[in-house]
């Protein structure tokens, strides 16, 4: 019997489709099927945004979580561009006065200010009221890119029938992540207006677009024993649709004419349709290969983030928010001496080595014109040296967790956990630029507000990688500490941290800008 109702044909489903908490159920059961117990879909909301519901709480000393907010910026954020015009409205939503690093600066004790360098290098600081010609710079910096593919200046290509996209790599990727995943484009695009001028605009394709598919094992049959390795030029081309077949003459002029254009018709048309332009008037594209999939809370007990970007965008946000938290009363600057600054660098990936990277003067000249502005009628000696001998730099940028099915890869008494709190960086070979000095202020601001630390060296017989610390650091001679958030999967399209030492860093990086003036002063060096 039981057979024969298996090979009726199924009954024809009429009733309307619930939906419920993001899920389909339906109210119709088959008569088979009547009084058996059916498995149950989760109604599990997947976290990825404050309003999803995220819990505003922490357990670090009961202050408020920052980590839904940390979520939405991630998830606005795919490009540097975006990162960067995130953290600018981020920063014109709380009071800071945005500044042109073409115009005279006017500044006054007590102001928050900030700029931006090509949309993708911000630096923003809130000036102390008790300030005096020769106080320090307190700084934390970090970097808004990540590796990723980026669009080749002619993209268009084909291929077997398909329309592809050529792409370079940027950075050091882990690209074989990359194989098989829902991607799209984001990034900035130059449109010309009807008055002749031209615009700056960022764009973001938030449907899937591209993929770069893998080969099926049946057609590379040792792939598991040999290992994956693809060719980074032939392989790693994303597809972006079958190549249509032109029918008629006229279609063919214009496939002729469209073939000699750098980008596919197809895709600029999609980028129009974002803009709400037309084809003709975008004269400029600089896009970034993204990953399309949400940035979300994950684990047993969401007490992961599982996001592309973590490095460095956690470390820039956390930095950004503490600066923004830390100065957001009337008197949160009235006994400041100091000024409390963000520097978040582009191009740290690849080096530093450009306009908007750390390797350009881009922060130092902001100081020496804040010194300079605010020196009125001084008329001493050695204002910008002096304020610099009394700054310090916390270069943030993320850390590498211990790896539970790679432990063999740390140090034995270094190996840094989730959930830990900030890892400390140090190399004996000025790797990271971290001294004894400047990780002892560092910790000891931890301890004044009862929060871990962690420190990490890397395997004598390993190399180590480096951060915008050691750069800046010897760029005018600044004390800099080098630290990090512990994450898994550093540089994959996926990274994992953990949700509670982003908490932690908010916390300790806030507690840095209220009160490393009154720690420095008990620590005297070279008197």
């Known amino acids: 019997m039981n057979r024969l109702q298996l090979l009726r044909p199924p009954p024809t489903i009429t009733s309307a489709l619930l939906l419920r908490n993001n899920h389909l159920c339906s109210t119709f ?18 976290l990825c945004s404050k309003s ?6 922490s357990n670090v000393a009961g202050s408020p979580s920052i980590v839904g907010d940390l979520l939405d910026y991630l998830n606005e954020s795919w490009t540097q561009f975006h990162a960067t015009a995130e953290a600018k409205r981020k920063l014109i939503a709380t009071g800071f006065h945005l500044l042109n690093e073409n115009d005279e600066w006017d500044l006054k004790p007590g102001g928050r200010y900030f700029f931006t360098r090509n949309m993708s290098c911000l630096v923003a600081f809130a000036i102390g009221e008790k300030y005096n010609v020769g106080s320090g710079f ?27 996209v050529n792409v370079e790599t940027y950075g050091g990727g882990l690209w074989h992540t990359w194989f098989d995943r829902d991607l799209s484009v984001a990034g900035r695009v130059i449109v010309k207006a009807n008055d002749g001028s031209f615009m700056h605009k960022l764009v973001k394709v938030r449907r899937p677009l591209l993929r770069v598919p ?25 597809l972006l649709a079958t190549k249509l077949e032109e029918t008629s003459m006229e279609s063919k002029e214009k496939s002729s004419q469209s073939s000699k254009a750098s980008h596919h018709p197809l895709l600029m048309q999609v980028l129009s349709d974002e803009l709400n332009c037309s084809i003709d008037d975008i004269v400029s594209i600089e896009l970034n290969v993204c990953d399309t999939q949400p940035s979300c809370l994950g684990g047993g007990n969401n007490e992961f983030i599982f996001s592309g970007r973590l490095d460095n965008l956690a470390s820039s946000y956390c930095a950004l928010r503490a600066l923004v938290d830390s100065c957001e009363s009337p008197g949160d600057l009235s006994s400041e001496q100091a000024i409390r600054m963000v520097a978040l660098f582009d191009n740290e ?10 390797g350009a003067p881009t922060m130092f000249q902001a100081m020496r014109r804040i010194v300079d502005c605010l020196a009125h009628e001084y008329v001493g000696e050695g204002a910008f040296e002096r304020a610099i001998r009394q700054s310090f730099l916390v270069s943030a940028d993320m850390a590498h967790g211990v790896h539970p099915n790679f432990a063999d890869k740390h140090e034995e008494h270094h190996r840094p956990e989730m959930q830990k709190g900030l890892v400390i960086k140090h190399n004996a070979n000025q790797r990271y630029a971290t001294s004894g ?15 871990p ?34 994450q898994l999967s550093m540089h994959s399209v996926r990274e994992i941290c953990g949700k509670e030492d982003v908490d932690i860093a908010y916390k300790h990086f806030k507690a840095f800008y209220q009160t490393f003036s009154s720690i420095d002063k008990k620590l005297n060096v070279d008197y």
């Not at 390993?462 to 958030?485: E, H, N």
């Open 437 to 451: 000095v400047t990780a002892f202020l560092f910790k000891e601001i931890a301890k004044m507000h009862d929060l």
């Open 138 to 164: 307190h700084v934390i910096a970090a970097h808004t890119d990540s590796p990723c593919l980026k669009l080749k200046p002619k993209s268009a290509s084909s291929k077997s029938g398909y329309l592809m």
């Open 52 to 57: 999803d519901g995220l819990v505003e709480s």
């Open 214 to 238: 893998t080969l099926a094992i049946h057609l590379d049959r040792t792939v598991n024993k040999d290992g994956f390795k693809p060719n980074l030029e032939t392989h790693l081309l994303p």
């Open 29 to 46: 059961r088959p008569p088979h099927l009547s009084g058996k117990r059916l498995r149950r879909f989760s109604t599990t909301t997947l």
């Open 453 to 486: 630390t962690q420190e990490f060296v890397v395997r004598n017989d390993m190399g180590c990688g480096s951060t915008i610390g050691p750069i800046l650091a010897s760029g005018v001679g600044i004390r800099t500490v080098d630290c990090g958030i512990s």
């Open 349 to 358: 990936e690849v080096g530093s080595d450009s306009v908007q990277g750390a």
